[in-house]
């Protein structure tokens, strides 16, 4: 085994961090027959806006590790660049189930484009401005993609407007800290297993030091395209006892094209992202990530409320001669705690009987 270069690796606070490892090169020299399907990806590229120079590299699935399981990985971010075409933005809501009337016109400008648009707290779209070449660019964030029940619509949709994805990540959840851990994470990174040919990768700990707030593992540099990120997922939603943790790649298209085929083949590109995740193959159920949240959440939020207001409550049930009801109806207001927000009242509602 070789010395750790984690060793001298000090907690710091800043969650910034990067890696790098390409889908394809643009340093190749391409033989014919790949030559051919570059010049089709550049034509795609130029399409959506990109502006590219020279010859693109087609996409490539060197790499890929085949798994088990289509389910061991889930989308958690996923952003692209597309002409939207005749359709305008209603695009968007069509394609991905994000209703209209809950999109909020921002102010402000955002990566280049004169107009942002918040889509409902599940993402950010951005369009207009002289330089944008009638491009959109639209980012869903974890609660956007949560929502997205079918990917080979996205996938279809994106290959039929010549769609640029420009970054996406991919998840695995280890739900009892068996399989992914801060801990074995370190133990793969002085192995060599983030090793993907080239350079040992970039790595810092943001260590909780002891808060139980939750450790992040970061490997690689986001401006090489590649950054992975593990992390205690559990404790970071409030938590200290959860063993719950996230071992997380994200992909981002600069200097190479992300392949359309990702979003089907999400296991196959995260368990081909490093030698140490080849083999995680355990079931992955978005219903069951979103209901561990929820449980998490829901029962810290009553946790709160039992310390901050509980003794000004128990007042209140006294006054009003032990009716609850008066007293909800002068404590309550409309609203969701942010936490909460994007969160199916389904998975709430189980999560009563660990507060009791």
């Known amino acids: 085994m070789r010395r750790s270069?984690?060793?001298?690796?000090?907690?710091?606070?800043?969650?910034?961090?990067?890696?790098?490892?390409?889908?394809?090169?643009?340093?190749?020299?391409?033989?014919?027959?790949?030559?051919?399907?570059?010049?089709?990806?550049?034509?795609?590229?130029?399409?959506?806006?990109?502006?590219?120079?020279g010859c693109e590299p087609r996409p490539v699935t060197r790499g890929e590790s085949p798994s088990r399981d289509q389910s061991t990985a889930h989308i958690d971010w996923f952003a692209c660049t597309f002409l939207p075409g005749s359709a305008g933005l209603?695009?968007?809501?069509?394609?991905?189930?994000?209703?209209?009337?809950?999109?909020?016109?921002?102010?402000?400008?955002?990566?280049?484009?004169?107009?942002?648009?918040?889509?409902?707290?599940?993402?950010?779209?951005?369009?207009?401005?002289?330089?944008?070449?009638?491009?959109v660019h639209l980012e869903l964030n974890?609660?956007?993609?949560?929502?997205?029940?079918?990917?080979?619509?996205?996938r279809v949709w994106c290959e039929a407007y010549g769609v640029r994805i420009t970054r996406v990540d991919l998840a695995h959840d280890d739900f009892t800290g068996q399989t992914v851990s801060i801990a074995k994470a370190r133990a793969w990174f002085d192995e060599g297993q983030f090793n993907t040919g080239g350079r040992t990768p970039y790595a810092r700990l943001v260590d909780d030091l002891g808060s139980d707030k939750g450790k992040t593992l970061y490997v690689g540099q986001r401006q090489?395209?590649?950054?992975?990120?593990?992390?205690?997922?559990?404790?970071?939603?409030?938590?200290?006892?959860?063993p719950w943790c996230r071992v997380e790649v994200e992909f981002r298209g600069k200097s190479r094209?992300?392949?359309?085929?990702?979003?089907?083949?999400?296991?196959?590109?995260?368990?081909?992202?490093?030698?140490?995740?080849?083999?995680?193959?355990?079931?992955?159920?978005?219903?069951?990530?979103?209901?561990k949240a929820?449980?998490?959440?829901?029962?810290?939020?009553?946790?709160?409320?039992?310390?901050?207001?509980g003794p000004a409550l128990n007042v209140m049930l006294g006054v009003e001669g032990g009716d609850p009801f008066a007293v909800l109806e002068q404590a309550m207001r409309p609203g969701t705690p942010k936490r909460l927000e994007h969160l199916p009242l389904g998975a709430l509602k189980g999560s009563q009987d660990n507060v009791r």
């Open 142 to 154: 974890a609660h956007g993609c949560a929502r997205i029940e079918d990917w080979n619509a996205v």
């Open 224 to 242: 090489n395209g590649k950054l992975c990120r593990v992390y205690e997922k559990g404790k970071q939603l409030g938590d200290p006892q959860s």
């Open 257 to 291: 094209i992300i392949p359309h085929d990702v979003l089907l083949r999400a296991s196959d590109y995260l368990a081909g992202a490093y030698p140490c995740l080849a083999y995680l193959s355990q079931r992955q159920d978005k219903v069951r990530t979103l209901t």
């Open 90 to 135: 209603a695009i968007v809501e069509s394609v991905f189930l994000l209703p209209r009337s809950d999109w909020e016109e921002r102010p402000s400008g955002w990566q280049g484009y004169d107009h942002r648009i918040d889509l409902g707290g599940f993402g950010l779209l951005g369009h207009g401005g002289e330089h944008q070449r009638g491009t």
């Open 5 to 53: 270069h984690l060793g001298a690796l000090k907690p710091c606070r800043d969650s910034s961090a990067q890696t790098g490892v390409t889908i394809m090169s643009t340093s190749q020299t391409l033989p014919l027959p790949q030559a051919a399907a570059c010049a089709g990806a550049r034509v795609e590229r130029e399409s959506a806006g990109g502006g590219a120079s």
């Open 294 to 309: 929820a449980e998490i959440s829901y029962t810290r939020m009553v946790e709160c409320l039992r310390s901050q207001y």
